[in-house]
């Protein structure tokens, strides 16, 4: 086993390059004489992000600051849930069997998809639906599916 799997490779400096063999002789090693490269120079955890570190936190955690949007008290999100499907995962939720008898039906009639029992209330329309089947059944659907690509929605 090579010695690159086991050690980080700032440790396979060769000691004649490191900054340790420069600060020999100097009594605090650039850390000062009082602090001693001890506690917590730039204060604890997230301190000073409003004023010291400031430029750090626009930097990298952007809106991390303030307020945005409305407070809903109590809010129980069971009562939003709704799973999504994307459109051309759609097949995925009939069985190859299916697929293929209503493939070889002579009339081009397609299968009757029920999402809602495949836990799938919400469908997101994409373009990778062209060329993908035509009828899905559920009782809540979004308008624009209706009108999907030219295609035909039923729903019982």
Request: proline share 5%; glycine share 10%.
């Amino acid at each position: 086993m090579y010695v690159y799997n086991i050690l980080p490779f700032f440790l396979l400096k060769p000691s004649r390059l490191r900054k340790t063999r420069k600060l020999r002789g100097h009594v605090s090693h650039g850390h000062g004489r009082i602090g001693k490269h001890r506690k917590h120079p730039g204060g604890r955890g997230n301190a000073g992000g409003m004023h010291h570190h400031r430029i750090n936190f626009d930097k990298y955690h952007p809106g991390y600051f303030g307020k945005i949007g409305m407070r809903h008290y109590h809010l129980k999100k069971n009562q939003h849930f709704c799973p999504t499907v994307n459109l051309d995962k759609l097949w995925t939720l009939v069985s190859e069997q299916t697929r293929l008898k209503y493939a070889k039906h002579p009339s081009g009639l397609a299968p009757v998809i029920d999402v809602v029992r495949s836990i799938c209330a919400r469908k997101i329309v994409e373009e990778a639906m062209k060329e993908h089947g035509r009828v899905m059944n559920e009782s809540q659907h979004h308008p624009a599916t209706s009108k999907l690509f030219g295609g035909r929605m039923i729903t019982e």
